[in-house]
């Protein structure tokens, strides 16, 4: 039970348990009818009682989560040295999840409010490819660890990497434009959700269902790009005008000399808003190989 309802009922139970006591005293008249009279017009001052015992539970309980510190935790990522790929299984409920190059060995970087369970990280090696699989149990109260919940996801730079990722009422952040992202599979839920792309070595599948409001896919120069809509209502700005439109509603950019590598999209789900955007500067232009 909630911590707010088990305090309610224990109220509820402690004056039905004062009231019963009364009448079976005044049936057994125990107590004169004067007694009876005072207690009839002074009866909401157990309504008063009760409110500032909720105050006092309340203000208690906002002076003990004041000095309450951030707790991190890191969980290193068992990627093999050897490994020529790395595929990537994340799901993620409740909070913001952010994924970016590691500065060293690859991790999970965990950062709450109050201890949390710590996720289950699974890994397996499928000839020379290692799969890692990165869940966490479902809270009981999402609400209430929704905005103290981030987690940081570190990869390796320079592995073609194979992302899919399921989230579900969570905010997001993929930093990818320095990593070597060969295929993405989003399931996203409520929440923003933004996505940077770096250069591929050869060439990017993507498939994204984006079930939130608002969609932000930033590509980078010099790419040839397809992005698929299957959603004909989904309301998309694409601000620069480098891409074409289809006739089928899709997008692409032009064919350049100097383009390095292609990238294939296919964006779907009840979306409202896409933003579909071209990196304007070419700095440390992602990790793969033209």
Known sequence: MHPLARRIALLFSGFSLIIGLFLLAYNLELISASAVNTALNLWPLLLVLAGFMLIADSTKKRVTAHPSRMSTNEYALPFEAGSTELAMRVQFSYGKLVAE??????????????????????????????DISITVSQPLFPSHVKTANTWRLQLPLAVPLHL?????????RLDLRRLTVESIDLRTDSGTQEVLLGLPRTKLNGQIYCSGSNLSLVLPARVFAHVRLLNPFCRVDFPQGDFEKREDGSLITPRTADSRGSVEIDVDGPIRNLVLDIEDTEDELGGGTT
């Open 101 to 130: 190059p590691a500065a060293a060995a690859p991790r999970l970087v965990t950062e709450a409010f109050e201890p949390r369970p710590a996720p289950v990280i699974r890994h397996e090696i499928v000839g020379d490819r290692s």
């Open 164 to 172: 899919s990722m399921q989230l579900h009422e969570a905010d997001m």
